[in-house]
């Protein structure tokens, strides 16, 4: 059974009932599909509502930004990968920012790549579009290979 996004539209969809109602003319009321779309969009413009027609959460949004920035600054990467894929890594890049807790290997599933080409390539991604991951001091010491040194570390940071 398909639900109504709350704008109004009811469970027949978008512009169902104007549609049969105005002979195929248009959406709600006989308005032309132009009219109806704007409306959508000023509806979606109005605030952050998830109900609203259009109205996309941050991760989206951050996600769309990242892919633009990578058609941008990363062309000869994204030759390497599907448009699937490096919209999937763009969403995750997109989740990881907004403290989204996520599953990374369903994330790899969905992109239709390999483990490697993918983690290679999001990493890539990562460097390219300057998002840098938060480092801990643990994941510091393992890095350099001084895990002795977290505990003093922490003291020394706490002060």
Known sequence: MRRGCGCGAGRAGHGARGREAAGGQGGPGGAPRRQVRARARAGAAAGPSPFRCGALPVCCRKAEEFLRLSQVRCPGLLAQT?????????????ARAAGRPLDKSYFIKLSGLTKTTYQNSIKSLECLLEVNPRLGIRDLAVQFCCTEAVNTASKILQR
Not at 82 to 94: K, Q
């Open 82 to 94: 599907t448009a699937t894929g490096s919209a999937v890594m763009c969403l995750e890049l997109a």
